[in-house]
Nanobody, 118 residues
Framework: QVQLVESGGGLVQPGGSLRLSCAAS???????????MAWYRQAPGKQRELVAF???????NYVDSVKGRFTISRDNAKNTVYLQMNSLKPEDTAVYYC?????????WGQGTQVTVSS
């Protein structure tokens, strides 16, 4: 079992910034530093989409719409993955979820709401 807890969402004006955090914990066998961690988001009426992921060797990948604005990072000492979001746009409004895989199944956090509005 793996537990993921997101935090850091909120209401921000266009052009603003937020940093999301996802703290991971798990049973014996789950090794955070070896795990691929990902951020997804789901806007109202839309499908959930992959925003960014980071591998164990810190290779990162981003969806085109956030490249140059969002940065994913990890702190293995804290078992935490972050998503720094800058230059936020109204279209970034969504529930953001943290995800990992362990034992051939996906684990999701509960999500954190990000609203970009003036």
């Amino acid at each position: 079992q793996v537990q993921l807890v997101e935090s850091g969402g909120g209401l921000v004006q266009p052009g603003g910034s937020l940093r999301l955090s996802c703290a991971a914990s798990g049973t014996s066998g789950f090794i955070f530093r070896l795990s691929v961690m990902a951020w997804y988001r789901q806007a109202p009426g839309k499908q959930r989409e992959l925003v960014a992921f980071i591998t164990s060797d810190r290779t990162t990948n981003y969806v085109d719409s956030v490249k140059g604005r969002f940065t994913i990072s990890r702190d293995n000492a804290k078992n935490t993955v972050y998503l720094q979001m800058n230059s936020l746009k109204p279209e970034d409004t969504a529930v953001y979820y943290c995800k990992t895989m362990f034992g051939a199944r996906d684990y999701w956090g509960q999500g954190t709401q990000v609203t970009v509005s003036s």
